[in-house]
């Protein structure tokens, strides 16, 4: 597909994938998805702004989620390598209008459009700060770290957005080892001076009934003079009941909320937030309004319809040869994959007994994946890429088009790139039922 208007809807996916649509239709009717029959047009256009936009899950599940949802402007640039392929991957879905492939530090801010949210699946990065500036509000970032682009893309917006979506790892709320937390105190003061409140939650995407167990923190921001802030009359409510991520994914708290406020400037939050060294300053739900954090531990409630593996898998007769598993080679796959304890010597001659833990041989059909990893690709033996035991008794690894299926994209999305490529960009990819389901729950506060 070379088109701008490329959507992504349920038609589409069952077309391509049957087992990725009838989890949409089953959770539609379940109740767990909204239904938005009634303003599904492009009136009343949501204008996105995609950042780190990679091949386009984040507009893929907005776009699967509502028309409302509108890609206007997008960024991919990938500094490591000379040839871009999540930017080719996405101009070829998209379309080249409105996308940017270059880095995004020296785009200028009045080159964006405005727009009514912005997105973005930012790098994992060390977030301190390493300058304060003389100029009122300036701040300077560790160079080279992209969350400072997004700062100041939004200090320098004319008409900052409604609206924020961000995706990382989880590790985020507990980075770095000597001051737990203080990366995430960081990017929560920083939304705060720039007029936002801020709901996050980490989400297994596997615990509602999606394909892969990929953990990953989502973060909603929304502007303080619009009416959804407003409408937030009470933070422990809000996190686990009646919130953007409460309604999309429900959870019962386990803790107690813990509250606490993020004091002083931003270079001293980098310097002195939790230099005491507390374990969970953040847990993995929580709310924050004018810098008072409220937080608690929470767990996940769901009785809807569950995505497996073996559901996903291509007919064992249309795999390529490539991705079968010689039969003199198993042997190596199964030690990798195997518990292990052993004695090791470093370069300063230090010994030290190395373990590790069994990991399943082959991967169990039954059930949800483990979490697609960057190094997927290749034939060599790996103890951390998939391997399946196939019909006839022969062991194989995974198709791109099965990497697709389970982060919930469109079958061949990636399809240009080798089976390498594309299995380290599912490697950084997002599992877009997600995102749809909160595009869905923000229509839903906003009706």
């Not at 040839?83 to 270059?102: K, L, M, V």
């Not at 062991?395 to 919930?408: D, K």
């Not at 599912?426 to 229509?443: I, R």
Request: hydrophobic residues 35%.
């Amino acid at each position: 597909m070379n088109d701008a208007s490329y959507h992504i809807g349920e038609q589409y996916l069952l077309d391509v994938c049957e087992p990725i649509a009838n989890y949409c239709r089953s959770s539609r009717q379940s109740g767990t998805l909204f239904d938005f029959a009634e303003t599904d047009s492009a009136d009343n256009e949501i204008r996105v702004v995609e950042l780190f936009a990679g091949v386009g899950g984040f507009r893929i599940g907005l776009e699967r989620a509502s028309r409302r949802f509108k890609t206007v402007w997008s960024n991919q640039w990938e500094p490591s390598t000379k040839r871009q392929d999540a930017s080719i991957i996405y101009t070829n879905r998209f379309g080249i209008e409105g996308h940017s492939n270059e880095d995004i530090s020296s785009v200028s801010s009045d080159k964006i459009p405005s727009c009514d949210m912005l997105v973005g699946g930012f790098p994992c990065q060390d977030y301190s700060v390493a300058t304060t500036l003389k100029r009122s509000g300036g701040i300077e970032g560790k160079k080279g770290v992209l969350w400072w682009q997004i700062y100041r893309i939004l200090d320098e917006a004319k008409h900052k957005p409604s609206f924020l979506f961000l995706e990382n790892v989880d590790r985020l709320l507990k980075s770095p080892a000597s001051q737990r937390g203080r990366d995430f105190a960081i990017i929560l003061a920083s939304l705060s001076d720039l007029g936002y409140d801020v709901e996050w939650r980490i989400i297994n995407a596997a615990e509602y009934g999606m394909p892969q167990r990929r953990k990953r923190t989502y973060i909603v921001g929304f502007r303080r003079d619009v009416d959804l802030a407003k409408s937030v009359t009470d933070s422990e409510s809000w996190i686990y009941e009646n919130g953007i991520f409460a309604k999309a994914f429900p959870i019962k708290a386990v803790s107690a909320t813990h509250s606490f406020k993020i004091d002083g400037s931003l270079a001293r939050v980098s310097s002195d937030f939790n230099r005491e060294g507390e374990k969970h300053v953040f847990e993995n739900a929580g709310y924050m309004h004018d810098r008072e954090v409220h937080t608690l531990k929470s767990a996940p409630v769901y009785s809807g319809p569950y995505m497996t593996l073996g559901q996903i898998l291509l007919p064992e007769d249309s795999i390529d040869d490539e991705f079968f598993i010689p039969a003199e080679e198993v042997a190596k796959w199964e030690y990798l994959k195997g518990s292990k304890s052993f004695m090791r010597t470093n370069s300063q001659g230090f010994q030290y007994r190395y373990s590790e833990g069994g990991m399943a041989f082959p991967d169990f059909l039954d059930r949800a994946s483990r979490t697609i990893i960057t190094g997927e690709g290749g034939k060599g033996p790996s103890r951390f890429k998939h391997i399946i035991l196939t019909p006839s008794g022969r062991y194989r690894r995974l198709t791109p088009v099965e990497l697709e299926r389970l982060n919930m994209f469109p079958d061949n999305h990636t399809a240009g790139s080798s089976a390498m490529r594309r299995a380290f960009l599912m490697g950084n990819a997002l599992v877009t039922g997600v995102v749809e389901k909160v595009g869905l729950s923000l229509l839903s506060h906003l009706v």
